[in-house]
């Protein structure tokens, strides 16, 4: 057993933290720069396919929306493999749309990093420290 097996506990509390803030924050800016992101939306080698599912202004809020919900969420323990499944739907489309396009090489490998962290809590859930965990013992 390792000398750092006696942290692991708080690992999954770190992680869970870290990667719920991307999704806290990305998601706020869905409604505080609503127009900048309509507008690198619509500039989007896929915006067509964009059209075709909505209006991207209704989809930067349905997202932003999302993002801020199951983020908190996810940050709390709270309802964890459920909010790891909304944010990795809501995330694929954004990367096909949004990074898969010249010069997003470094974005869209930030995204996939991104999806096996949903992935982990996914299978795993949150952790000893969460919500989730208090409600399951009660």
């Given at each position: 057993?390792?000398?750092?097996?006696?942290?692991?506990?708080?690992?999954?509390l770190?992680?869970?933290?870290?990667?719920?803030?991307?999704?806290?924050?990305?998601?706020l800016?869905?409604?505080?720069?609503?127009?900048?992101?309509?507008?690198?939306?619509?500039?989007?080698?896929?915006?067509?396919?964009?059209?075709?599912?909505?209006?991207?202004?209704?989809l930067?809020?349905?997202?932003?929306?999302?993002?801020?919900?199951?983020?908190?969420?996810?940050?709390?323990?709270?309802?964890?493999?459920?909010?790891?499944?909304?944010?990795?739907?809501?995330?694929?489309p954004?990367?096909?749309?949004?990074?898969?396009?010249?010069?997003?090489?470094?974005?869209?490998?930030?995204?996939?990093?991104?999806?096996?962290?949903?992935?982990?809590?996914?299978?795993?859930?949150?952790?000893?420290?969460?919500?989730?965990?208090?409600?399951?013992?009660?």
């Amino acid at each position: 057993m390792s000398k750092w097996s006696s942290y692991s506990y708080i690992s999954d509390l770190v992680f869970r933290i870290s990667l719920s803030l991307i999704f806290i924050v990305g998601g706020l800016g869905h409604f505080l720069r609503h127009h900048w992101m309509l507008q690198r939306l619509e500039g989007s080698p896929w915006i067509e396919w964009v059209l075709k599912i909505g209006s991207p202004s209704l989809l930067l809020w349905v997202s932003g929306a999302v993002m801020v919900v199951a983020g908190s969420a996810l940050l709390l323990g709270l309802f964890t493999r459920l909010s790891a499944l909304a944010l990795f739907v809501t995330l694929v489309p954004i990367t096909f749309v949004v990074h898969i396009a010249p010069d997003h090489v470094g974005p869209l490998l930030k995204n996939i990093a991104i999806l096996g962290g949903l992935v982990h809590f996914f299978v795993t859930g949150a952790g000893n420290l969460s919500i989730d965990r208090y409600r399951r013992e009660r």
